[in-house]
């Protein structure tokens, strides 16, 4: 266990699907991050929130909808995914936004786009 | 946009044998972290460099921050089956909050 959590661990969806990644983090961080790792590309940031309120918002097509109802919990809604969605979808925890000890990373979500 | 290039993009080297790999920014930055993955894993965060010119060492590894602030150096001596895995930097430009992560350098170490 990292202190940040995500859940599932794995999902498999349809294109038609409606789902949401879950992450939590007990580390009384105030600043929460999603990534996304496909293979053979650098981490890309989706989307940043700091106490709370969305600070960054990558260009991320509008079939992921994030939200952070606290410092402590982070949800990003999936609608009509299309196949090229399919990575792993990491969350992050830091103390500031530019904090200088390190993202705290969860174990990540595997999501397959069927 | 700001890029951070990691090269090599793969490394493999016998276990014993020392390897490095290397950041570069196309910007200034004010600091930099660098990651590993293990295969299967999630990021793990290792160190944070500030200072130009900055050399900290974990054990075996050895981290380099350039005297220009736009590049960055891991090194490891003596390469063991567990440090298998992607190493990542992640860069901060001055005036953003923002780390951009590096390509990363995937090493495989052979018994």
């Known amino acids: 266990e990292t202190g940040v959590t995500q859940t599932p661990r794995h999902l498999v969806m349809g294109m038609t699907n409606k789902k949401s990644l879950k992450c939590e983090q007990h580390?009384?961080?105030?600043?929460m991050y999603w990534y996304k790792q496909s293979a053979k590309k650098p981490l890309e940031l989706m989307f940043v929130y700091s106490l709370e309120e969305r600070v960054e918002n990558n260009s991320v097509p509008s079939r992921f909808s994030p939200e952070c109802p606290n410092s402590s919990h982070l949800f990003l809604h999936l609608h009509t995914l299309q196949p090229e969605d399919s990575a792993l979808y990491l969350c992050?925890?830091?103390?500031?936004?530019?904090?200088?000890?390190?993202?705290?990373f969860g174990s990540g979500t595997r999501l397959t786009v069927v | 946009g700001q890029q951070v290039m990691q090269i090599p993009q793969y490394q493999h080297v016998q276990e014993g044998e020392d390897f490095t790999t290397y950041c570069n920014s196309s910007?200034?930055?004010?600091?930099i972290q660098w990651y590993k993955q293990r295969p299967g894993g999630h990021p793990v965060f290792l160190i944070q460099l500030v200072k130009s010119g900055e050399v900290k060492k974990q054990k075996r590894l050895t981290f380099q921050f350039g005297e220009a602030k736009k590049n960055s150096s891991l090194h490891i001596t003596a390469t063991q089956t567990t440090d298998v895995g992607t190493y990542f930097c992640a860069g901060l430009t001055s005036g953003t909050y923002k780390y951009i992560f590096g390509t990363g350098t995937r090493l495989k170490v052979l018994a």
């Open positions: 910007t200034t930055l004010s600091n």
């Open positions: 580390l009384g961080h105030n600043a």
């Open positions: 992050a925890s830091s103390q500031d936004p530019g904090e200088e000890d390190g993202y705290t």
